[in-house]
């Protein structure tokens, strides 16, 4: 009885690790009678075709899928220019959707959807896409779709969809956490959700204290960014080879000039790997300061990552009290700030 006990339970858990059947159906308006379209998972930012949906006499189509996760799927029109449809699917779904072709956007909407939450909120996400076809919508989108996550943050999609805000991933970082929060107990090891860990690693947001960094200058010399306290500090992250950090760096030379002498330092961190290159790009744009720093290793320089840093250029101010102030400040905003903290 004993040993039936165990073989049950080792049956129960190893089933809980096989691939659980989904079915997808549905039906296109929209599209030419008979007419194929690709499904594709969507794994490490490729996507594979599992199989071809046909549109019968009546344009409906059904498939089966097996997965043990849940998984991002894709269905598009054939082509270069073909129109997608994200359809993230749980093992053991039965979803329905009715989707509708616009030709003039080449793009898809889902009309309607049953079954399925995570497939309901990307028709939600992507209606609100396709209603701003104005300047005056395309500004509140942000907000719109902003409210949208936050109210569904416990589903899964909502994970896929903050990524919406990546290009602009330091004005959401609480966003962000908040989605991965709601999700990482039940989606512990879900690929959405160990990208939403990822990107939030090391983030440093105003109001904390900045992380210490300790790298060398082209000398060798040990420079400690903590070292700079009592000071206002703009920790710069940039690099010889990148284009809008050399067009920056007259701006922030001039801020050097007119505030050093009142208390302000430039704490430089390159993530170049050629080291000539490097030190070129100092002299040709006259970056006087002392505080230069690298480790020659490119995006993965422990100055970076401490910093959480993904793109350059990129800044973080901090206060004397080595406290954050903002980041990516650039340009007017950034002497506006100082301007203030100075006075202060």
């Known amino acids: 009885m004993k040993r039936l006990f165990i073989i049950i339970l080792m049956t129960g858990i190893a089933g809980g690790l096989f691939a659980q059947k989904t079915t997808l159906s549905g039906t296109f308006t929209g599209l030419p009678q008979g007419a194929r379209l690709v499904l594709s998972e969507a794994s490490d930012n490729k996507l594979k075709p599992v199989d071809t949906v046909r549109l019968d006499g009546k344009n ?70 396709l209603a701003a076809n104005s300047q005056e919508l395309q500004a509140q989108l942000p ?40 999700l990482v107990k039940d989606y512990p090891e879900h690929p959405f959700i160990k990208h939403l860990n990822e990107r939030l690693s090391g983030v440093v947001l105003p109001g904390m204290d900045a992380p210490d960094i300790v790298m060398t200058d082209p000398e060798g010399v040990e420079r400690k960014l903590s070292d700079l306290r009592g000071q206002i500090v703009l920790v710069d992250f940039w ?45 040709d744009d006259r970056l006087s300061w002392p505080n230069h720093v690298s480790d020659l290793n490119g995006w993965t320089s ?43």
């Not at 054939?78 to 616009?102: F, Q, S, W």
């Not at 994970?159 to 602009?168: I, R």
């Not at 950090?245 to 007259?250: L, M, W």
């Not at 406290?323 to 950034?334: C, E, H, I, P, Q």
């Open 143 to 182: 907000d719109r779709i902003e409210h949208l996550l936050m109210a569904n943050k416990h589903i899964l999609m909502s994970a896929f969809l903050v990524t919406f805000f990546e290009s602009n991933f330091d004005s959401y970082v609480p966003l962000y956490m908040e989605v991965r929060d709601a």
């Open 239 to 283: 690099a010889s080879w990148c284009g809008p950090c050399r067009r920056e760096n007259p701006n922030v030379v001039r801020l050097y000039e007119r505030f050093h002498d009142q208390g302000f330092e430039i704490y430089s961190v390159s993530l170049d790997k050629d080291r000539e290159a490097w030190l070129k790009a100092i002299r």
């Open 60 to 129: 409906s189509f059904k498939v089966t899928l097996k997965h043990k996760e849940p998984t991002l799927y894709v269905l598009q029109t054939t082509g270069r220019d073909g129109a997608m449809c994200h359809l993230l699917l749980e093992p053991k779904d039965k979803v329905t959707v009715n989707i509708a072709y616009i030709p003039e956007r080449r793009a898809f909407c889902i009309v309607s959807c049953k079954g399925s939450r995570n497939v309901e909120l990307y028709r939600q996400f992507n209606d609100y896409l």
């Open 302 to 344: 422990s100055g970076g990552k401490t910093y959480g840093i993904r793109s350059v250029p990129s800044t973080v101010l901090v206060d004397r009290e080595g406290k954050v102030v903002a980041r990516n400040l650039r340009g007017s905003d950034l002497e506006r700030k100082l301007e203030q903290l100075l006075e202060q």
